[in-house]
C-alpha cells in the first residue's frame, strides 16, 4: 500500500465516505467517486480496513448487542407520538429542535372532561 492510499484509508475511517476520503487523499474531485470506490475493492485496503475497525472496535467496546441497544432507543425516540399546542398528534422529528418547545409528549397532557352535561 502506497502513502495515497494509507492516506485514503485514515480519510476513509473518519465517516467512511469513500468520496470525499479520495478528495482528501489527492484524487481529483472528478473522478474521486469512482476512485473511492476501486480503492474499497484493492485488497491491501480491504485488510488494512479490517484490522483498523476490529482495533476500533475493541478499543471503543462496540459489540453487536450495544449497536442493537443504541439503535433500538433511536428507533423508540423517533416513534414517539407528540401532539402540538392545536391538539394535532404528529411524529416526533428527532432533527428539529423546535420540537422540544412545542410539543410535549401525549401522555403528559391533560386529559378534557367529555361528561354528558359538556355535550350540546
Do not use: V
Not at 484509508?9 to 474531485?29: F, P, W
Not at 485496503?45 to 478499543?59: G, H, V
Not at 442493537?68 to 407528540?82: G, T, V
Amino acid at each position: 500500500m502506497n502513502d495515497k492510499h494509507a492516506h485514503f484509508l485514515a480519510e476513509y475511517l473518519i465517516d467512511q465516505n469513500a468520496t470525499r476520503a479520495a478528495i482528501a487523499a489527492g484524487y481529483s474531485k472528478k473522478t474521486a467517486r469512482s476512485q473511492g470506490s476501486r480503492l474499497l475493492t484493492n485488497a491491501d485496503i480491504q485488510i488494512a480496513l479490517r484490522e483498523q475497525l476490529e482495533q476500533l472496535s475493541s478499543e471503543l467496546k462496540i459489540t453487536a448487542t450495544n449497536k442493537r441497544r443504541k439503535l433500538w432507543s433511536i428507533a423508540q425516540f423517533c416513534s414517539e407520538l407528540m401532539e402540538a399546542a392545536d391538539g394535532e398528534l404528529k411524529m416526533r422529528n428527532p432533527r428539529s429542535l423546535s420540537d422540544l418547545r412545542l410539543f410535549r409528549p401525549k401522555f403528559q397532557k391533560e386529559r378534557p372532561n367529555y361528561s354528558m352535561n359538556s355535550i350540546k
